[in-house]
Structures are given as C-alpha cells and as structure tokens.
C-alpha cells in the first residue's frame, strides 16, 4: 500500500467521511442481440411497443437494429440497478414475440453481411447522423463486429468526496479540474490493471465459425461449427473484436483531461487515405460521416472512459471540456452466458472495490513504454490469462499473473472494508472472496466454465448459448410485470414515439449542413450547454 492510499483511506476514520461511500452511484448499458426462435439474426424493425429507439431513455438499439440496448438510471444502490435492469428485461419480453435475447457476446448465426441490418432511427437529422455514423462503422470495420456484445459499467464517486481529498491534500487548482484529474488518475490504474477483470470476468473463449468466415485468425478448431483458444478469457476484447489499423494509430493520452481530450480532437480531425478513397457518399447515399481516422470520439474504442452527461445535441468531447468529468464508464466486460442478466451483484461489488482501488491509489503518469506495456498484459491475458504459470510484466519486470492477482487483492482489501464499513456487513469483502477463489482455481472462472460445458457436454459455441438463451427467456417470461410496471413502460413507449415525431416535426435545413455544424462542434471553443 502506497503513503497517498494509506492517507487517503485514513479520511474515512470519521463517520461523516466514511458516509460518503454510501452515495457513489451505479448504472449500466446491457447489448443483447435479437435473435429467432432457432437462433438466426433477427431481421425484423425494432418493435414500434418498445418505443422509440431515439428518444426512449431505458430502450434503445446499438450498431444492428436487432442489437438492443436496455440502460438504467444511475442508482446509489447496485441491487436497485440491477432489479431495473430486470424490469426492463421482462417488459421486453412481453413484447419481443417468440424471438428471443442471445446471451453470448460473441453473436449467434449471423446472416451475410449485406443482410445485417443497421439500426434506424427516423428521418430527423439526429436520427440519420445515428445511421449514417453506424454505415461508416460497417464501411470501416464491418458488419459482423458490430454484433458483438457487451455491459457498460458507469461508476461516480460522490461529488463531496473529492473537495474533503483536494483539501486534504493542499491542491489549488479549481475544484473542477482537480476532480477531472483524479478520474484521470483512476483511469491510468484501471489500464495498469484491467487485465484482472478480464481473467476474472471473461466470458468469450469460444466463437461461431462462421463469425470468422474469409478473416485470418489464429484460433483452434474444437469442432465443425466452433473456434476458440484453450487458454482465452475473452476473444471479445481480443484483436477479433472492434480494431483495424485506423484504430490502432491512435495513442491516447491519459497524463491529463485537455491532453486526452486533444488525442481525440486530432483523431476525429486527421484525415485517413482509405477512408479519404472512399468518400463520403456514393450515388448520393452517405455512407460515412467524414473521411478522418474517427468519424467522432466515441468511434475510439476504448476498455474505460471518462464520461460527462451531455446536454441535447452536445458532443461527448463537448461536455467533457467544459464541465470535466463527471463518472467513468467501464466498456470491457463479457455478458456472463450463466447469469440471466449477464451481470450480478457480486460482480457489482467487486467492480466498486476495484474502481475505488484505482481511484484512491498513487496513479503516476504512464510513459509510452508503460502503456504499451499495459496493452500487452491486457492482449496476453485476453487471448491466454488462464495458461498455467502466465506471465505479465509489471515495469518491465516479469510478473506471475496468478501471484500479482492475489497481491492486487491484498491492496484492495481495505477499500472492500471501507465500503463494508460505510453500507453494514461484508458483502463487498465476499465479493473480494469470490475472486480470489477463482485466482486460485482457474476452473471457476466463466470461460472456464463455458469451455468445460463445450466439453462435456459435445456442445458446439452455438448450441451452448441457444441453451442458456432459451433457459435465461423462460425465466424472464415467467415473472411477467404487474399491471402499473407495464403501464409505465407503455407510456414511456407511447412518450418516446411522440418525441421522435416531433424532432422530425421540427427538423429544419439540409442534412449535410447539420452534419458540417456537428463536425465543427470538435472545436474547444465551440459553443456548449450551460
């Protein structure tokens, strides 16, 4: 344990400070794909009952138009996070018909590429900037990864923890930018060590052949229809996931918010030849919003970012530069296959303890070699973190991965107690338990368990997720909502649908003179929300 952590934990020997930890707050993203009774894509328009898929603030859909989105609000209470993510599920349910929610990252059966629809969202300005953005992503990176999913993790520490830390500290700078800059800071220790939740939470070792088909891989044959990697936590996060080239030029900075904010700037600015080749349209269609190496920030695909809440028609990089960071969210998880709602409490936990972890410890400046170093040991372990006796490097120096987990764990473990301390009982050092156990015993893990199935039971990656969809279907479906819960989301249905019209309704001036007004909104100086 650092001197700044051990500062910084004895803070919370007050009972008003360690009060504080009670109000971080919670939210989650959770993708899943729509998919047919017999496991195919589905290929059907985003069911008009659940709303607008624009404007509905629970519902909505990511890349495909059969790839949903179910968002929660951001609660102080996980367990209340993860119970609205529930309702959400099974009022999508009784309205999905017999198509079912896949319960795999890596997709199921996917039609040819021409055949994978991308979502729509009207023909207001906003909702074709949404489309035609996603046909850039197909023109870049494909349609097929775009299917893949995942679960967000937004995570805020109290906005009055970081004045009592910044005094506590003798910090002058505007409260502001102190607090951006520990998100900063939190940010560079989840790089350090994100690489353990990949081996902890991975769920991806395995994948459909035919996701693969024409594309140069280096993964094993288990069967006919199965690829995968003996060692593989998560093929997801791996180089089969969301990268190219254009993708791989860009080294963000992390030293701060503006220089971070700047890698992005130039990202979205830098024209890039192929994409110049191609243009941005083709007999009069759009297909990319711009020839540059992002089209706009959240093109980056990044494991963790530094969010803001933005207003109405304000970018990402807009809200962050004038108002700093408000909570981070988490981008690299695996929907668990084994849990209905491919995340549970415990995981919850575990990730507030972490996240805490990287917030409250030392967090120097990464020089390049230590971030390429921190890109390395998050690559190997995605592709083979369960391989006995693997090996990391920490500082250039070779780490056992299993040994530096279980001391990672150490030095969590007084967070685990703060937060014990500050909510009653010890579930959060449970949580820190279960994980350890599975440091212990690789076999606990959820690709290892996805694998021993594949194995035990001849399944094939397909026939394995259509199980657990179908068992995961029937236990939504059996708890239908009462009466007032599906009212609500009737209306909120019915409320999104009116807004969509009347943004269309609304809709003034020539698309590409909004696209050019949303391009130029990248500037610093650019207006922003109050």
Request: aromatic share 8%; glycine share 6%; net charge negative.
């Amino acid at each position: 344990m650092t001197d700044l952590l051990s500062r910084r934990l004895a803070l919370f020997n007050k009972p008003e400070h360690l009060d504080l930890l009670r109000h971080c707050r919670h939210g989650l993203e959770k993708e899943s794909l729509r998919v047919a009774p017999t496991g195919e894509l589905a290929l059907t328009p985003h069911p008009q009952a659940l709303g607008s898929a624009l404007t509905h603030p629970q519902i909505t859909t990511d890349y495909s138009e059969a790839l949903l989105e179910f968002i929660t609000a951001a609660e102080e209470d996980p367990e209340q996070t993860l119970a609205e993510l529930d309702t959400i599920h099974r009022y999508a349910y009784s309205r999905l018909g017999d198509e079912i929610l896949w319960c795999q990252s890596m997709p199921s059966k996917l039609p040819d590429e021409a055949d994978i629809p991308i979502a729509e969202y009207g023909s207001s300005h906003t909702g074709q900037i949404k489309h035609v953005y996603r046909k850039g992503l197909a023109v870049r990176y494909g349609k097929a990864m775009q299917c893949i999913a995942g679960i967000h993790y937004n995570f805020s520490l109290p906005e009055n923890l970081w004045p009592l830390l910044q005094k506590a500290e003798d910090d002058t700078r505007p409260p502001q930018d102190y607090q951006s800059a520990s998100y900063i800071a939190l940010v560079r220790n989840f790089r350090r060590y994100s690489w353990l939740l990949m081996y902890l939470f991975g769920a991806s070792p395995a994948v459909c052949k035919g996701f693969l088909k024409d594309r140069l891989h280096d993964l094993d044959t288990l069967d006919e229809n199965t690829l995968y990697l003996p060692w593989a936590t998560s093929l997801r996060m791996s180089d089969l996931g969301y990268q190219n080239n254009a993708q791989a030029s860009i080294q963000p900075c992390y030293d701060g918010l503006e220089s971070y904010l700047d890698s992005l700037r130039e990202a979205v600015s830098t024209p890039y030849p192929p994409y110049v080749a191609i243009g941005t349209q083709q007999h009069g269609e759009w297909v990319q919003l711009n020839t540059n190496v992002l089209q706009i920030e959240n093109e980056y695909y990044s494991t963790i970012r530094p969010k803001r809440v933005a207003c109405p028609g304000e970018r990402p990089i807009q809200a962050l530069g004038s108002r700093g960071v408000q909570y981070v969210e988490v981008r690299c998880l695996d929907i668990d296959p084994f849990l209905p709602l491919g995340i549970d409490i415990t995981t919850s936990r575990f990730l507030d303890t972490f996240l805490l972890y990287c917030a409250l410890e030392d967090s120097p400046v990464m020089p390049g070699e230590e971030c390429r170093e921190c890109t390395d040991n998050f690559g190997h372990t995605v592709k083979e973190g369960r391989r006995p006796g693997m090996t990391l490097h920490q500082n250039g120096t070779p780490r056992e991965l299993v040994e530096w987990g279980v001391a990672l764990l150490e030095c969590m473990a007084p967070c685990a107690a703060i937060l014990d301390a500050a909510h009653g009982g010890d579930l959060h050092r449970q949580a820190l338990e279960a994980q350890r156990a599975k440091l212990h015993n690789p076999e606990l893990t959820p690709s290892a368990r996805v694998l021993r199935r594949l194995s035990k039971d001849h399944l094939s990656f397909f026939e394995f997720a259509m199980s657990q969809s179908r068992l995961h279907a029937e236990a939504f479906r059996s708890r239908p909502l009462d009466g007032g819960a599906v009212e609500a989301f009737e209306q909120s249905a019915r409320d999104s649908l009116a807004h969509q019209k009347r943004i269309e309704e609304d809709q003034t001036g020539p698309f590409a003179d909004y696209v050019a007004s949303y391009m130029a909104a990248i500037d610093p100086d650019y207006r922003t929300c109050s």
